[in-house]
């Protein structure tokens, strides 16, 4: 096995272990309020969840072998600062899920890649333009967007609703919360898989196992959508934590506010070549369910965090991906490249360890919210 | 080059506050209708239960279409 065919195979499986926790963190974004509500159980929420980010990857495969796009010049982009790039994007990606931050994926990897190619190929090779673009200004855009739709919704729901027999109301909001929060786990899947598609594609074009032409390889669309419809069944459940017991205590009216609004907000910037953060927005709905219902809470000392967490998402993902290029070159050729995969294995496993010191799963999810913040602290009520 | 698509934007805007707050209200009308045990309003409840459902097949085209 010669030392090309090594790297590609380390690209591809680091690639699917992005895809991986791009699913498990971004579980949260359609689940979490069916989760908080009660719409569904949590094993089967993610259980479904899992199905539709899988079907979804299957259903637009207009594929771009490309990544970070009109951000760095493709001329700078290797297999390695690919590889360091992707590397940049999980550590940010398992970061934050351990302090249950909900937080975009593509800004980790684009993140990733910036740092990466600074340090191969110099500032010249990254377009500011295109990062504010692309990435900054959609980043304070989607979350205001989102909690407009998402207030005047909940406002509206809970006007019309008054004088509906609360049964009806729950169980009719129930069920609709589950349409629409399906309706985004499908969305997702259609976009963030072929995220990973298009890296491993674009890895097999560098390596000359295909051609430019020949579109992406059937088993390239097999392994993403199963790594991210995996990833999706794991459930990130400290993150699913935070945003449906986190930013406020949600009802059903309000769940069914907050998808509806992500998802008429996720597919209008789809459709109108405005692409907006799926998590950002997401957030954004819930806060803007809690605002929309008279005398609920917010809690903005944590949605402070998420807003500190997306600010830095792109410099510290972007410091990682600059420091795996480095370490990979400074080592030297395919050992560097494993020695580099090796220690971020090594990341991954220590960061689960002392996840299993205050594990949130599918038992303690929805159990009260204690405050400052952090997932980890969780009661059952008495 | 511009740093936002202001045309973009605004579309976005627009159609997402049409988009989700129209098929909340709808849905919300649609219990309404089936609440209130009288045919014409179980009648309305449906229709605007079908028009909901008309938003989120528009949706899932939006999906495709891209």
Known sequence: MNGDLVLLIVVVITALSFDFTNGFHDTANAMATSIATGALKPKIAVALSAVLNFVGAFLSLKVAATIANGIVDSGAITLTVV????????????????????????????????????????????????????????????????????????????????????RTRTKGFKIGQIGSASLVSLAHGTNDAQKTM??????????????????????????????????????????????????TEIETPQGFAAETSSATVILTSTHFGFPLSTTQVCTGSVIGAGL??????????????????????????????????????LIGGTLGVIVVFVAAVVFAALLYLASRKTAVHAGNVNDEWVGRGTPTQVRTPV | MSYIDVDALWRVMVASLIGGVGIAALFS??????????????????????????????????????
Request: charged share 10%; with cysteine.
């Open chain 2, 29 to 66: 009308v649609g219990l309404i209708g089936v609440s209130s045990g009288r045919v014409v309003g179980r009648v309305a409840g449906g229709v605007c239960f079908l028009l909901v459902v008309a938003g989120v097949l528009l949706g899932v085209y939006v999906m495709l279409d891209k």
């Open chain 1, 83 to 166: 590889f360091a790039g992707l590397v940049g994007g999980l550590a940010w990606n398992l970061v934050t899920w351990y302090y249950g931050i909900p937080s975009s994926s593509s800004h980790a990897l684009i993140g990733g890649v910036v740092g990466a190619t600074l340090l191969a190929s110099g500032i010249k090779a990254v377009k500011g333009e295109g990062l504010v673009s692309h990435v900054i200004v959609p980043a304070l855009l989607a979350p205001i967007a989102a909690i407009v739709v998402a207030t005047v919704g909940t406002y509206l729901v809970y006007v019309l609703t008054r004088k509906v027999g609360e």
């Open chain 1, 198 to 247: 298009g890296i491993i594609t674009l890895a097999l074009i560098a390596n000359g196992t295909i051609t430019q032409n020949s579109g992406t390889p059937f088993w390239v669309i097999v392994c993403s959508a199963t790594a991210i419809a995996a990833g999706t069944y794991v459930g990130g459940w400290r993150v699913i934590r935070t945003l449906g017991k986190g930013l």
């Open chain 1, 292 to 329: 929309g219902k008279r005398l609920a809470e917010v809690r903005w000392g944590v949605a402070a965090r998420m807003g500190v967490a997306w600010l830095i998402t792109l410099p510290a993902a972007a410091l990682v991906g600059a420091l795996a290029f480095g370490a990979a070159q």
